[in-house]
């Protein structure tokens, strides 16, 4: 078995005394200082993540658009140079095989960036795919470093390191630019229910890019943070993750985000048959945020049941909540119960929780 990879800012992680975990073949920082005060840090401060084990794909060529038309669910047509969307590219029975973002960086090329865990499934799908327009797939994975910047000081601590006007940067969108004198694409999507930046950076300018921020955030408290808080912050936001709440069992419908399906968009793509149908029919079970007021949080395949005990449901992600003071979590349960104020219960090692059905997603960030 191969030794995890490590990216190009690990000798950072460990001055900075990381704890480490294997992801997706990759060794990241989980924490640091500690998960609540990371967490916390991002809510109220600013977080800086290394991402690098994300998966970039490059998809350029005259009709790069019409191949990923077909490809993903989104209309990558009306995705105007420097934007971005959120999508997903789904098998031909409507599963979601990754959550993607896309960037259209100039009119004839296009960036998709996967999940960790699925970017080689990700890439050899969309090799296959677009193989029969005129356009080329090119796995870029090994050309970046990913670093992220996010919380409500992020702007602060970037604006002194970059010429580009950040207050003219919408959600959503993606452009070349400088950062700490390094070629960037600097990005503002964000999973963690704040505001915040992504800069793609070259391998080798990834620790100058990340010296650059840690200085620039030392006023504003800026902590390095791992994954541990990256999934309690994207809990809070009401954020899917793929394996918990995306899966190819399920379809974008299942999850309550149909809307990124573009069923109106010209010509067919893949899986468009079967979400059209689903489209039509509601799902038997859909996803909706729990929340509890013990001391127990509902985890990861747990059972979700009714007041009378008969299971209704599945926990697809739980945790204690550091902003809410409260364990939360999400669950795909029986539509009959998924109204919001609902009281049902999980099955907490042989214990049986009260939990009330909220609606997604708990925090929502001051605009």
Request: aromatic share 6%; with cysteine; glycine share 8%.
């Amino acid at each position: 078995m191969s030794s995890p990879r490590q990216t190009p800012l690990h000798k950072v992680h460990e001055s900075l005394g990381a704890s480490f975990t294997e992801f997706a073949g990759w060794q990241m920082p989980v924490r640091y200082s500690g998960d609540t005060a990371e967490h916390n840090a991002v809510r109220t401060s600013a977080g800086l993540f290394d991402l690098t084990h994300m998966g970039e794909i490059i998809i350029s060529g005259p009709q790069a658009a019409e191949a990923l038309d077909y490809a993903l669910v989104a209309n990558a047509t009306a995705i105007t140079p420097g934007r971005a969307r959120y999508t997903m590219l789904c098998n031909a029975s409507g599963g979601v095989l990754d959550d993607l973002i896309v960037y259209r960086l100039a009119e004839q090329e296009f960036m998709v960036v996967a999940n960790a865990a699925n970017a080689e499934v990700v890439s050899a799908e969309l090799a296959e795919r677009v193989s029969g327009f005129d356009a080329t797939h090119r796995d870029a994975s090994a050309d970046y470093a990913l670093i992220a910047v996010q919380g409500p000081s992020a702007v602060a601590i970037l604006a002194p390191l970059t010429d580009t006007d950040l207050s003219a940067v919408k959600y959503y969108a993606g452009y070349r630019s400088t950062v700490a004198g390094k070629d960037v694409l600097l990005a503002r999507t964000g999973y963690t229910g704040e505001d915040g930046f992504e800069l793609f950076t070259a391998p080798e300018d990834a620790e100058a890019v990340w010296q650059a921020l840690t200085d620039s955030g030392a006023e504003h408290d800026l902590q390095p943070c791992g994954l541990s808080c990256r999934d309690t912050l994207r809990l809070e936001a009401g954020m899917p993750l793929y394996g918990n709440e995306l899966s190819a069992e399920l379809t974008p419908f299942h999850a309550n985000l149909g809307r990124v399906v573009k069923l109106d968009k010209p010509g067919d793509f893949v899986g468009k048959a079967a979400l059209a149908a689903t489209a039509e029919q509601p799902t038997e079970r859909t996803l909706v945020g729990l929340s509890t007021d013990g001391r127990r949080a509902p985890r990861h395949g747990y059972k979700v049941l009714d007041e009378q005990g008969d299971e209704v449901g599945e926990v697809t992600s739980g945790a204690p909540s550091p902003t809410l003071g409260h364990p939360i979590g999400m669950a795909y349960v029986d539509r009959a119960q998924s109204s919001p104020g609902t009281t049902l219960q999980v099955d907490i090692r042989g214990r049986n929780v009260a939990v009330q059905v909220i609606e997604l997603p708990f925090y929502r960030r001051n605009a």
